[in-house]
């Protein structure tokens, strides 16, 4: 079974910290994903990245930015925390080839922003 | 660009009863739908996948989806659910000829079944 971990179940941070948030996966896939879940609104993709040093912007990008440079982690920084940025975040991952492959998810962090 | 429309936020049904969870999509191009379930302070959990062939997919927990291409929905049902079935329910869809395989997700539907 495909193992997606995410490093911490609950953060609480202050605004203006920069935060990271840790994404690991155990089966070599090469695509990953990073989600925000708000109630009501489902899940907006922030920044996917399908190969190692390579991302593009999802839908919601603004004041995010991340980092792959294994294939097996992808990280998620908020480079300067707000409020508004308090949600569920949620990490995925996939096979790169084969598209009929679904998405892999981590039981995601929960973040509140101070 | 695809997007999925989930009409009902929240279902409450008895126990026992039958439920149908709708999901309707729009794209240009072919696509593969998914349904995904999420109980509570989880990641989301694959419940069932149309890929190609036939249109009805089951699951193995009692779900079952009918892919209608002429409406363009995937809806889910259940003819007698659980209480361990209460959960947010999430219909997703990928295109065909999207490289990156991404996914998009409809706003969700939250299950209640009550005793």
């Known amino acids: 079974d495909v193992k997606v971990t995410q490093s911490s179940r609950y953060l609480v941070k202050r605004t203006g910290e920069k935060v990271f948030l840790e994404c690991v996966q155990d089966?070599?896939?090469?695509?990953m994903f990073w989600y925000r879940q708000d109630p009501g609104l489902g899940l907006r993709l922030i920044y996917f990245?399908?190969?190692?040093?390579?991302?593009e912007k999802g839908d919601i990008p603004e004041g995010y930015s991340v980092s792959r440079e294994k294939k097996e982690r992808f990280s998620l920084i908020l480079e300067s925390a707000s409020t508004n940025q308090t949600s569920m975040y949620l990490c995925?991952?996939?096979?790169?080839?084969?598209?009929?492959?679904?998405?892999?998810f981590g039981d995601g962090t929960r973040l509140s922003i101070l | 660009a695809q997007s999925v429309t989930q009409l009902d936020s929240q279902v409450p049904v008895f126990e026992e009863a039958p439920v149908e969870l709708r999901c309707n999509y729009s794209?240009?191009?072919?696509?593969?739908l998914f349904w995904y379930v999420q109980y509570p302070n989880q990641g989301l959990q694959l419940l069932l996948k149309?890929?190609?062939?036939?249109?009805l997919v089951e699951s193995i927990n009692g779900f079952e989806a009918e892919f209608n291409k002429s409406q363009t929905s995937f809806h889910l049902r259940k003819p007698s659910v659980h209480i361990s079935d209460t959960a947010e329910y999430f219909c997703?869809?990928?295109?065909?000829?999207?490289?990156?395989?991404?996914?998009?997700f409809g706003s969700g539907t939250k299950l209640n079944v009550k005793p």
């Open positions: 995925a991952s996939i096979l790169g080839q084969g598209r009929n492959q679904p998405q892999h």
């Open positions: 149309y890929l190609s062939g036939s249109t």
């Open positions: 997703a869809v990928s295109s065909r000829r999207d490289n990156f395989n991404k996914f998009y």
């Open positions: 794209s240009s191009v072919s696509v593969y």
């Open positions: 990245s399908y190969d190692v040093k390579m991302k």
């Open positions: 089966m070599d896939h090469e695509n």
